[in-house]
């Protein structure tokens, strides 16, 4: 079987910390016979403030001739306050490889992860696909008159009919592919009329080509509310960029936070294209270096990455674990127990061992 080339990038805060138990996971797919290698990558804060290295085109030419996959911990340092680095090691993966979805499933693994009165895990499982090339994180805009009175900021909301519609079309393939029944969509086009028409309209035509398929339009204020009080509804949800990334931190909240929730950026059209696999939490700099932090986000990664990479069933296995550590009560702090960020993966590794 060919060597698959994965990249570690572990970054900052957190990043080392959880990055180092995905490492220690995929080393022991390694040692199962998984054809992986590992590539650790000394880039994020650390390093940009040592010698000025965000993202090197050396490094990012290699990642596209070799690597088969990006793990990625967390970036942010509070000594880059423009999170410079940051922008361009993330955005210089995801927009420079045209990973266009960024899938997020929101799925609680035990009803104890479940904060809403009455629910239980059955009531939270969707995924969230969000638009990963476009909108204001593309960064057209600018200032004017800066530091006056009269200043003039501007950050341009991106939408191209392309990439509107194929992040769409990944949502409903998505669908198709798992038997689901319904899509939403979650716009603002009662405010912003010009580009979320479009996102309206697509929505329709692309939905028509999808017939046992139903299409939900929700503003995407009234889905941060519904997802509140009744996220049972939800099978799939496409929306652009920003909203993505806001209704998917709503969206760990509901599956036990920050320290559960995973994301993979991937091409879907070309499914054996890198992805980039990421905890969908940040480097949540007051936790650094004590070892505390939920190692498990980091764990779900290496599963959606093993998935990727054509292991699905891994990816089953390191879930069925950590369902069982929660609810065993095997956890970190933030889950209501008093492992460290070690212990608790450990404890998801052995049962991975023996399982
Ligand atoms: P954050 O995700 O780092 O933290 C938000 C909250 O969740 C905090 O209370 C934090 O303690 C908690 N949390 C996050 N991960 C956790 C874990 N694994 N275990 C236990 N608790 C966890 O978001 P923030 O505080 O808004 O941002 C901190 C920095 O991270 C900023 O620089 C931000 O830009 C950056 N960030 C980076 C990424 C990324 O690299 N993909 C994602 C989000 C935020
Ligand atoms: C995420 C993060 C990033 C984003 C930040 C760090 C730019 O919040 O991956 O969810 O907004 O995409
Ligand atoms: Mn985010």
């Not at 080339?5 to 572990?10: K, R």
């Not at 799925?107 to 629910?119: F, N």
């Not at 009175?149 to 509107?164: K, L, S």
């Amino acid at each position: 079987m060919a060597e698959k080339l994965i990249a570690l990038i572990p970054g900052d805060g957190i990043g080392p910390e959880v990055t180092r138990e995905a490492r220690r996971l995929l080393e022991w797919y390694q040692g199962q016979g998984l054809p992986l290698t590992l590539w650790d990558l000394d880039l994020g804060a650390e390093r940009y403030l040592k010698d000025g290295t965000t993202f090197p085109k050396e490094v990012s030419d290699k990642i596209r001739a070799e690597c088969s996959a990006v793990f990625l911990g967390a970036l942010g340092d509070p000594r880059v306050p423009d999170m410079s680095h940051a922008r361009d090691i993330l955005f210089g993966l995801r927009f420079g490889f045209d990973l266009y979805a960024n899938i997020r499933p929101v799925r609680a693994l035990s009803d104890r992860l479940v904060p809403l009165k009455g629910r239980t895990r059955a009531d939270v499982d969707f995924v969230v696909f969000r638009e990963n090339t476009e909108g204001v994180y593309v960064g057209v805009g600018g200032q004017v008159r800066r530091g006056t009175p009269h200043e003039i900021a501007i950050n341009e909301d991106i939408n191209t009919r392309f990439g509107v519609e194929r992040i769409i079309v990944a949502a409903f393939e998505h669908a198709k592919q798992h038997g689901k029944k319904r899509v939403h969509m979650a716009d603002k086009s009662n405010a912003m009329r010009h580009a979320h028409e479009l996102w309206l309209r697509v929505f329709d035509e692309v939905g028509q080509r999808y017939p046992g398929i139903e299409r939900q339009h929700v503003y995407v204020d009234a889905l941060c509310l519904y997802l509140l009080q009744d996220p049972s509804q939800f099978e799939v949800v496409v929306t652009n960029n920003l909203f993505g990334d806001i209704v998917t931190d709503l969206g760990a909240g509901l599956q036990g936070g920050l320290g559960m929730a995973c994301s993979a950026n991937v091409h879907p059209a070309d499914p054996t294209r890198l992805g980039l696999f990421e905890p969908v939490h940040g480097s949540a700099p007051p936790l650094a270096g004590k070892n505390v932090a939920n190692p498990f986000a980091s764990l779900l990664t290496v599963g959606a990455l093993l998935s990727h990479l054509g292991y699905p069933e891994h990816e089953r296995h390191i879930e069925r674990a950590i369902t069982e550590a929660v609810d065993s009560g095997q956890v970190t702090r933030d889950l209501g127990g008093d492992l460290t960020t070690t212990q608790a993966a450990d404890w998801v590794i052995e049962r991975i061992k023996t399982a």
